[in-house]
């Protein structure tokens, strides 16, 4: 099918307007396809949808235990529904109910958690999806997925929607360019490569990738060293074949908007550890502290995930 | 007014479910108070109401069935082999063994003849809910059935989901609450007060029809009179019960929530609930 999103490489782009833009198209494609959200339709960028299958859409006002569910309750008779809501209330306030409800029958349910990490830093510790990414990589059958380019979006949720499975993507509010090529080829489980690079590896998801490959050029361009960029956009079930070809390099530096612990840094180490490999490695993230109210650029430069911090934490292991 | 024949048939088939129950509770640990407290309206629900076909229990045709309430899995179970869904003796023999069809919660996974896993509270209206949404979508004339406990009416996505079909007009939802008045600590209205419980229902929107939970006319009276699947409101069928309905030293004592019943015990219900039967209809 031919999906009509019509960015050019230079467009920014947030993944949320992304996903708005092809809905409609996906549900032409997928007939089953159900759109949920709790009280966010104008935030998730819904409306086209909406517009195009008024009779698809439900809302369950602001209630996320209901969201998933019903959410379940659809996918036990056939239908494959989306569910938005912001990250934090997508996972924590409904744990259980997407543990239970969904997981465990293995219905193919795709939840979109926005605002992810400190992305919607001004909103506060309320509005900060930290958590999310550990507690659904905790969820058994759950695939986890935080796309680095908006424009890979269509392709993600293609790929969702075939997995036929429980399915949790983050996506930050961040607008950022496109890392790809139209044509790359999109694979659950399989990171990609934006940069390649030997001397050293950065292995990110979402808004990281982009900070990486700033800090990447600055790297090549004053002290020389190649310094591959990992995209793992998947975060369960791990690409731990990229993880482990990164750890050959000697070097990594594992960022992730999402707090340390039960983050991406800690998987990455832990499949490096498993493999009995020796290499330097840096995790950057949330510390162990609540957030402040602040921007994410302060939160980013305050906590070394910003391209300043990512660039000094893979020179410091040369 | 039901036809005398019918009440007496299932008044009887209850009473079997019932003495399965016992023998099972004297094998094993169940919850026997909820089995028994919502055991004639689940009798009714599998060997009256529901469209079932029980080689083919995903038939799309079929009526949808969550219990809510996932601790009364025992009775629910009963009632499904009642109408040939397993052997009694499958129960028996597999009830809370390592990989069996049954346990004491429904699962599922382990049992194709549970739509829902349940056993946590709270989950399974909100699920039955979609399930309704979704055959509503489809057009379908077929409805759900939820059995929820009066307890869990303590935790909030109970009334998310109660919200939820009010908004979406979903007349295919047939909810029969167990109103027993005892939760896992005690008297409902002791720990958290639950009255006035019909009222809430209708202030959310919903058809409310209350009966006496253990009246076998009334439970087929209305059945009978359920509205269409393309009623515009969902409808929530309270039903007044006793906690270990039929056993003396059981009934509204919470220490029977659940347990394991010892030979004299054992011998002592079966021959009570036995009596009480045989009062009303004979010996035969």
Known sequence: ?318 | MADQQLVKKLEKASLDTKLRLLDLCHQTVIHIGGDLSVCDMMTAIWQYAIHYDVKNPRWEGRDRFVLSKGHAAAVTSFSQAAIGCYQVEDIYKEYATDFGRFGMHSCNLANPYVDVSTGSLGHGLPVAAGMAAALKRKKSASRVYCVVGDGECGEGSMWEAALFAHHYKLGNLVVFADRNGLSFDGPTEQYMALEPFADKWRSFGWNVLEIDGHDMGQIIDTIDALPGVDFDRPTIVVGRTVKGHGVSFMENNVSWHAGCVKEDDWKRAKAELTEAYERKWGAN
Do not use: W
Not at chain 1, 57 to 75: D, F, K
Not at chain 1, 112 to 117: E, F, R, S, T
Not at chain 1, 199 to 223: K, N, P, S, W, Y
């Open chain 1, 1 to 318: 099918m031919g999906m009509d999103v019509t960015l050019s490489i230079q467009d920014l782009m947030s993944a949320r307007d992304a996903v708005g833009k092809c809905l409609g198209d996906l549900g032409a494609k997928y007939d089953n396809m159900v759109v949920i959200t709790a009280d966010v339709d104008v935030s998730s960028r819904i409306g086209q949808f909406k517009e195009k299958y008024p009779d698809r859409s439900y809302n369950t006002g602001i209630a996320e235990q209901s969201l998933m569910s019903v959410a379940a309750g659809m996918a036990h008779e056939g239908f494959k529904p989306l569910c938005f809501a912001f990250a934090t209330f997508a996972t924590m306030r409904c744990y259980e109910q997407i543990r239970t409800d969904i997981c465990y029958s293995k219905l193919p349910v795709i939840i979109i958690g926005n605002n992810a990490g400190y992305s919607n830093g001004i909103s506060g510790c309320t509005h900060c999806g930290l958590e999310d990414s550990a507690l659904m990589v905790a969820c058994d059958n759950m695939t986890v997925i935080e796309p680095g380019d908006p424009k890979q979006i269509v392709k993600v949720l293609e790929a969702c929607m075939e997995l036929n499975a429980p399915v949790y993507i983050r996506l930050g509010r961040e607008a950022t360019s496109s890392l790809y090529p139209d044509d790359v080829k999109y694979e659950i489980g399989k990171a990609l490569i934006p940069r390649e690079g030997d001397d050293g590896a950065f292995v990110c998801t979402g808004i990281m990738v982009h900070f990486a490959m700033e800090a990447a050029q600055r790297i090549h361009d004053e002290l020389g060293r190649e310094i591959r960029v990992v995209d793992m956009h998947t975060i369960k079930p791990l690409d731990k074949e990229a993880v482990l070809a990164a750890a050959k390099t000697g070097r990594v530096v594992a960022a992730q908007d999402h707090n340390l612990l039960g983050g991406l840094g800690q998987l990455v180490g832990s499949a490096i550890a498993e493999a009995g490999m020796a290499c330097k490695l840096i995790c950057r993230g949330c510390p162990d502290e609540f957030v402040p109210i602040a921007t994410p650029e302060f939160l980013y430069a305050r906590n070394g995930m910003d391209v300043n911090g990512l660039y000094e934490a893979m020179k410091s292991l040369f």
